[in-house]
Each structure stands twice: as structure tokens, then as C-alpha cells.
């Protein structure tokens, strides 16, 4: 298998633009889906958010999802399950209306951190957005525009943990 597209944003300013727009035009079109790199948001800010959440998820879910899965009676099962999701998540609204103040348990040091990063990522969208609007003949700013909404744009966070399972043979994934 081919390796998936990745995108180096520091390509569009020079030379290699065109190839990079081409590039990104193929990814869309036939994977679609790519990875960025020299997007701008410092790798120092997202291995904050890493260690953060990382140390959320120990420190206030892991906990939870031991529990979850007590009261599934997964320890004893003795029988398949198949309505359980393995996975352990919570959710971060940024736009409209940030609910990051009403999320219990986060500590300040990680509020403040993923609201910066939401900013971040915002003028990221709103960069590949403009992007796309040029790959597609667009004026610049129409997808934002399409997107925006009557609130404006609708923009969040889905923080997932996927710990791993103590009695896989027990585990049904269909």
C-alpha cells in the first residue's frame, strides 16, 4: 500500500505551490483525507495537549471507565458483549459557545492550553478552507461562508481514550 498524503504547508509559500495545491487536489480527491506538517501550531503546544490529556484521562476518567466496564460485568462475563464501545471520550465545544469552563474536573492549566490550541486550529481550518476554495475556483472565503452557519461555525474537540481491553477473547467487535 502506498503511503498517505502528507501536505507540508511551508511548500505553498515559493516555488513548489503548484505542486503542493496538486498535491493537495489528489488527496482530496482520492484519499480523502490527509496529514499536515509546518502547519504552524507548535509541536511543543501539541505535546502540552498530549501530556495534558493523557494526564486528565488518568487522573479523573480512567477510573470511570473501570467502572463502566465493572457494572457491564466484563470481569465475569462469561458470555460475548456487543454493546459496549471501547472507548473512553468527553467533548470539548469551542464555537459557538465554548463549554470548556463547564467540563468538570479539568484543571486551569489545561483549560487555558486547549483554548489557545482552539485558536490555533481555527486559523488552521480557516487557512485549508481558503485552500480548498482556491483548488476548487472558488472566491476565497466561500467555504468559511458556507460553513459559518446562522450562529456561526459550529467547532469542537472529541478527546478519546481507547484503554486497552483486559479480556479480549471476551470482546466481540461485530
Not at 504547508?9 to 509546518?38: Q, Y
Not at 507548535?42 to 467502572?67: A, I, N
Not at 476565497?140 to 456561526?152: D, I, M, R, T, V
Request: with cysteine; hydrophobic share 35%; proline share 5%.
Amino acid at each position: 500500500m502506498e503511503n498517505f498524503p502528507v501536505i507540508n504547508m511551508k511548500n505553498l509559500n515559493g516555488d513548489k505551490r503548484a505542486s503542493t495545491m496538486e498535491h493537495i487536489k489528489d488527496a482530496c480527491e482520492n484519499w480523502g483525507f490527509f496529514e499536515l506538517v509546518n502547519h504552524g501550531i507548535p509541536h511543543e503546544m501539541m505535546d502540552t495537549v498530549e501530556r495534558l490529556t493523557k494526564g486528565h484521562y488518568k487522573k479523573c476518567m480512567e477510573q470511570r471507565f473501570k467502572e463502566l466496564v465493572a457494572s457491564k460485568a466484563l470481569e465475569g462475563v462469561q458470555v460475548e458483549i456487543t454493546d459496549m464501545d471501547w472507548e473512553s471520550t468527553f467533548f470539548l465545544r469551542h464555537l459557538p459557545v465554548s463549554n470548556i469552563s463547564q467540563v468538570p474536573d479539568l484543571d486551569n492549566e489545561y483549560r487555558t492550553i486547549m483554548k489557545e490550541f482552539a485558536v490555533r486550529l481555527e486559523k488552521l481550518a480557516e487557512e485549508l478552507l481558503d485552500l480548498l476554495c482556491e483548488n476548487l475556483g472558488l472566491e476565497k472565503g466561500y467555504l468559511k461562508k458556507a460553513f459559518y452557519g446562522s450562529k456561526g461555525p459550529n467547532f469542537g474537540t472529541k478527546v478519546s481514550n481507547y484503554p486497552p481491553c483486559p479480556k479480549p477473547d471476551k470482546w466481540s467487535t461485530t
